[in-house]
C-alpha cells in the first residue's frame, strides 16, 4: 500500500532530526493473505520512530533497489512491531510481488518517515474516510488515540466496490465492541460480491463482521453530503489518489474547514 511505483511522497516533513539513524531494519514474521489482492504483512525489528498515521519507505528483498512508500497499521511500538496493508496496483510488478511473494524470514529495510495525518490533541469529534488500504494509517490513529484519557467521538467510514473487499471488517467489527467512542461504517459501491470467485476470500471467511444491512450503498466521496456540515469535526481522508480529490472537493462544497482536514493520496 502507498503511492504507486512513482516514489511520491505525502505531505508532510521528515520527521528525524539530523544526524539520527536514517534507516532501520525489520524480518517479515508473517504474511496472510487475505484477498487474491491484498496482503498484511506483519514484522518485527528495530524500533522505528515514525508517527502513528505517517507512512516510511520500504525496500524489499523482492526489489531491492525499488523504495515505495507504505503507511503502518500499527503506531510505534517499543518492539518493533510493524504490520503493512499491501494492495496490487493495476500496472505496478512491485507492489504485486509483495502481495504474491512475501514470506516469514525476509528482511525489510525502512527509512524516512513523513506525513501529516494526526488526531489533534483537543479534538472532540473526528471523522476518519479509508478506502481500501487506506485504512492502514487510520487504524494505526485508532489504535493510538485509543491510549487517551478521553478519546474523541470517532466516525471511521470505510469503503470498497464489494463487501468482501471491506479486508478488514472482523477486525473492525471487533475493534466497534471494545471501544464505545467508536463507530464504524461500511460503505460499498455494489451490495452484492461478483460472481468470479477469489479463492483467498473464501479461505479466511468468517463469521464475524457487518451484515449487508448495516453497509451503506454508495462511495466514500458521498459521505461529507450525506453527514454534513461537519463544521466542528476534524476530518482525515485516506486512500486512493481520486476517491481523496472527490472527497475534499465534497468537503469544501458542504463547508467543512479547510484547517480541520487531513489527507493523503496515493
Known sequence: MGPEETGALPLGEQALPPGEQTEWTATVVGAHRLREDTTVVRLIGEFVPFAAGQSVEVRTPQHPNMVRRMYCALPPSLDGKLEFHVRTVPGGWCSGSIVADSHPGDEWRISAPAGWLAVEPGATDVVMLADGVGLAPLRSLLLDISRRPEPPRTHLFVGGRYPRDLYASDMLYLLTGELPWLTVI?????????????????????????????????????????????????????????????????????????????????
Do not use: K, S
Open 186 to 266: 461500511p460503505v460499498v459501491e455494489d451490495e452484492d460480491d461478483p460472481d468470479l470467485v477469489d479463492p483467498w476470500y473464501e479461505q479466511c471467511r468468517v463469521d464475524i463482521g457487518f451484515r449487508p444491512e448495516e453497509m451503506m450503498p454508495g462511495t466514500i466521496a458521498d459521505i461529507p453530503e450525506r453527514f454534513g456540515p461537519l463544521d466542528h469535526h476534524q476530518i482525515l481522508v485516506c486512500g486512493g489518489a481520486a476517491m481523496v480529490r472527490n472527497t475534499i472537493d465534497q468537503l469544501v462544497a458542504i463547508g467543512a474547514p479547510a484547517e480541520a482536514i487531513r489527507y493523503e493520496g496515493f
